[in-house]
């Protein structure tokens, strides 16, 4: 499944349950709700590499990575400084 990309433009809390801990290689969320449910999994994602944000995001972010990840992509939508760094300082972690 690491060869798997899942676009979700819509997704709840239950939806990304069924990802936990899957293999997969590319998870494209299409929204800040979306960020926002699949962040209890993230980490669980062992071949995760590639992980594409859209939409707008402000506040702090604070969702754990996994060891896997190579790469972010910020596609459309804003961010505020304070979310672009807390995401800096939680990839250098």
């Known amino acids: 499944m690491s060869n798997i990309e899942i ?3 819509n997704g709840n809390k239950e939806l990304f349950e069924i990802f936990r801990d899957t293999s997969i290689g590319i998870l494209d969320l299409r929204t800040a709700d979306c960020i926002l ?23 702090h972010f604070a969702t754990q990575l996994p060891a896997s990840l190579n790469c ?5 939508g804003e961010c505020s400084s304070e979310w ?8 250098c972690a």
Do not use: P, R, W
């Not at 672009?84 to 990839?91: C, D, G």
């Open 84 to 91: 672009l760094y807390s995401l800096l300082i939680n990839l």
């Open 7 to 9: 676009y979700v433009n």
């Open 37 to 59: 449910h699949a962040s209890d999994i993230l980490h669980t994602l062992c071949k995760l590499e590639m992980l594409v944000f859209n939409g707008s995001f402000t506040g």
């Open 72 to 76: 972010i992509s910020l596609q459309t």
